[in-house]
């Protein structure tokens, strides 16, 4: 079945640790972000890419990095800097380059601080 | 930049009534315009989607209406079922897609 695979479900940062979440996608789409959800916040775009090789900051990439070696992947990773990383963090691709449109979402990671 | 209100952020009906959520955007140049679904510890679910071209669209018991004039939209769910009970999001885009924060909606039997 096609779909996209976060990984892991759930996560745990010591202080001053980098964490790296992992999204996949078999559905062969271009465009992948990631969206950062606090609870009863709307969804806030953290990055996203277009095409291998090339990404973009969203409205609150501080703190957080990301690459996109391969179509199929595109890691998240939250450093040390982001200092309140709380939060359950959502993967999506889409086959449209238009921003934003027609998202396939992965089920999330809940990444706490310990 | 686009702002996107949502309203309300809860709403509790009887099953087989009707549901509505409505958002109000502010950027006149937004032209496509989705709302998700998002049941407890999953992702988001696109359940519908209009452009600004268009007032009215309907996939079965699901519709959205747009109203570009007054800058608003809404999903209206009829014969509400159990399984409607979720977190329901809409959003707008122009260059880039802002979520309204979410309407948890109950289905009550």
């Known amino acids: 079945d096609g779909g996209i695979t976060q990984s892991p479900k759930y996560l745990f940062r010591k202080e001053g640790q980098n964490v790296t979440l992992s999204c996949e996608q078999n559905l062969n789409h271009d465009a992948m972000y990631w969206y950062r959800q606090d609870p009863g916040q709307g969804l806030r775009l953290i990055y996203y890419s277009q095409i291998v090789n090339d990404f973009q900051k969203g409205d609150i990439a501080e703190g957080y990095s990301v690459s996109r070696e391969k179509k199929e992947s595109f890691p998240l990773t939250v450093t040390s800097a982001q200092k309140n990383p709380t939060a359950f963090y959502l993967c999506a691709s889409s086959t449209r380059t238009a921003p934003g449109e027609k998202l396939f979402f992965g089920s999330g990671t809940q990444l706490s601080v310990l | 930049g686009e702002n996107v209100e949502q309203h309300p952020s809860t709403l509790s009906v009887q099953e087989g009534d009707s549901a509505v959520i409505k958002c109000t955007y502010s950027?006149?140049?937004?032209?496509?315009f989705p709302w998700y679904k998002q049941e407890l510890g999953k992702g988001p679910q696109l359940i519908i989607d209009i452009r600004s071209n268009v007032g009215e669209k309907k996939d079965q018991r699901i519709a959205v209406t747009l109203n570009k004039t007054a800058k608003h939209f809404s999903l209206h769910i009829t014969e509400t079922q159990p399984e409607d009970s979720a977190v329901y999001f809409c959003a707008a885009r122009d260059d880039k897609i802002i979520f309204g924060k979410g309407t948890r909606l109950h289905i009550l039997p």
């Open positions: 950027d006149s140049a937004s032209n496509y």
